[in-house]
């Protein structure tokens, strides 16, 4: 069973940065991506951004050139760095990890999610 583990959430100050990080129990060159959720109070969750296994990101408008995806595939990790941080940007974080079978099936995975709170 593939298990996501995040972690580096916290508390922020409107301007501030945090690093989360997605661990993965598994190679991440088995998935055809890697991506970054969020859901807000109260708010249907969203695609924050994705990086995809031929290495191309991609990012929403809301957070484009404030967050940027890398992975190290030796340590099995994939990281978001989000920097200009809001309050706008609290939310509970979840990593994603969908595989692409031959056949076009695949399984998708979901970490258990870590909080980002942005406030003075």
């Known amino acids: 069973q593939v298990q996501l583990v995040e972690s580096g959430g916290g508390l922020a100050q409107p301007g501030g940065s945090l690093t989360l990080s997605c661990a993965i129990s598994?190679?991440?060159?088995?998935?055809?991506?890697v991506g970054w959720y969020r859901q807000a109070p109260g708010k249907q969750r969203e695609l924050v951004g994705t990086?995809?296994?031929?290495?191309?990101?991609h990012y929403a408008d809301g957070v484009e050139g404030r967050f940027t995806i890398s992975a190290d595939i030796g340590m099995k990790k994939v990281y978001m760095q989000m920097d200009s941080l809001k309050p706008e940007d609290t939310a509970v974080y979840y990593c994603?990890?969908?595989?692409?079978?031959?056949?076009?099936?695949?399984?998708?995975?979901w970490g258990q999610g870590t909080q980002v709170t942005v406030s003075s």
């Open positions: 994603n990890a969908r595989e692409l079978l031959r056949d076009g099936s695949g399984s998708v995975y």
């Open positions: 598994e190679s991440i060159t088995r998935f055809k991506s």
């Open positions: 990086i995809f296994d031929t290495g191309p990101t």
